[in-house]
């Protein structure tokens, strides 16, 4: 009798092991969480479907320090320059500021071959700005000539969904406005489940645009039926900033505006205890320490708001 409920203790053991990890559509290594000047920890993160090692990278600000810090918390069992070339199949770059896309320039020397998703803007701007002869090396296949085309550039559409290269999962590219620039959401998917980030951006008020709205639009039928597992979106400033410096950036009290609008849409009930991560966040650290306060103060929906470390993984 005994050696029966010894095996089902185990059964239900490995039951529930396998139904934990089932849990989980998306892995996420932040390899970079804030805005503004810290150069070693500026917006980029590693997403891949859970189980895989086939990561995107969102945006790069920071990929050498932020791979350091990953490898030193055991998230790798390879040295960084391994992960950069074998685990980094792809870069998903939302705009051309250079705290989106630094630590890829500075890096490319010792990447491997790559893709690199982008709004046509974008892309334009790596052919004329970055990869060129005069402020560094053209590692494009186009632009300056010679083009070492270590990297390829793919133009991404607004609303087409296309796959990424080497990698199980797809993206869906939505404009976004930030301030002169046009932004973008990227909506990854895996199998049938998916993940939003986004770039720099407002609220529709303050950047006197529509393109949250319809952002939130497409996503109603993915929160009603619970595929999408997270949102990850920026506060770079406090409340205080006004809003006429705030330079297509998102406060608490506007996020949560913006959350109220896509309650209104989704409803209420569906956004309860829902996952956002917050990016994006810009020192110095009193004001992070007032974003994080004002965001949990004016969380009226009840959403999961996640804090993201630099190095450390998230399960989605």
Known sequence: MKKVSLIFLVLLYCFAADAQQKTYAFKIVPLGVLGGADESNLSAYMLAPAGSDEYICLDAGTLNAGLAKAVNNKVFDLPK??????????????????DHLSGLITNSPDDTSK????????I????????TWQSWANFGDAGESPALKKYHYET??????????NTTMTVKAFELSHSNLTSTAFLIRSREDY????GDTGADATEKSDRMQKLWQALVPLVKSHRLKAIMIETSFPDEQPDKTLFGHFTPKWLMAEFQNFATLCGAENLKGFNVVITHLKPPQ?????????LKAENKLGLHLIFPEQGKPLNF
């Open 115 to 122: 893709t690199i998703y982008a709004l046509a803007g974008c």
């Open 286 to 294: 009193y004001k992070i320490n007032r974003i994080k306060a004002q």
């Open 156 to 165: 991404l559409i607004p609303g087409e969904e296309i796959p990424l290269a």
């Open 81 to 98: 320059e391994e992960v950069l070339k074998k685990y980094i199949k792809g870069y998903c770059i939302s705009h051309s500021h250079l």
């Open 124 to 131: 334009k701007t790596f052919e004329t700005h970055y990869f």
């Open 195 to 198: 993940l939003l980030y986004l």
